[in-house]
């Protein structure tokens, strides 16, 4: 079982950046596939990025590839996501989960607790 704590989040203005950083334990990370995900107000959770065993990475949308990068340092266990030209609608809890592949998709078994990244403009 592997344990997440997220921090990295904060108040940012518009187009500016922050690194999230999501520090595992109980597990090495390069076992799983780590993935971010983050909820806004009233809205589902929703995928943003992830990085695969291999190193591989996906991310949900264009835009969000253009702004955001999943990356690892399996040194020291810990999974980041550094997002740029950050904009209002990117304000939410960003969430850090470790999960695997599954059916042709990814089952998250464990997550962090959150940490939230609000944007003004």
């Known amino acids: 079982q592997v344990q997440l704590v997220e921090s990295g989040g904060g108040l940012v203005q518009a187009g500016g950046s922050l690194r999230l950083s999501c520090a595992a334990s109980?597990?090495?990370?390069?076992?799983?596939?780590m993935g971010w995900f983050r909820q806004a107000p009233g809205k589902e959770r929703e995928f943003v990025a992830r990085?695969?065993?291999?190193?591989?990475?996906?991310y949900d949308r264009d835009s969000v590839k253009a702004r955001f990068t999943i990356s690892r340092d399996t040194a020291k266990n810990t999974v980041y996501l550094q997002m740029n030209s950050l904009k209002p609608e990117d304000t939410a809890v960003y969430y850090c989960?470790?999960?695997?592949?599954?059916?042709?998709?990814?089952?998250?078994?464990?997550w962090g607790q959150g940490t939230q990244v609000t944007v003004s403009s």
């Open positions: 109980g597990r090495l990370i390069s076992t799983y596939t």
């Open positions: 989960a470790a999960g695997s592949p599954q059916a042709g998709d990814y089952r998250y078994d464990y």
């Open positions: 990085i695969s065993r291999n190193g591989f990475t996906t």
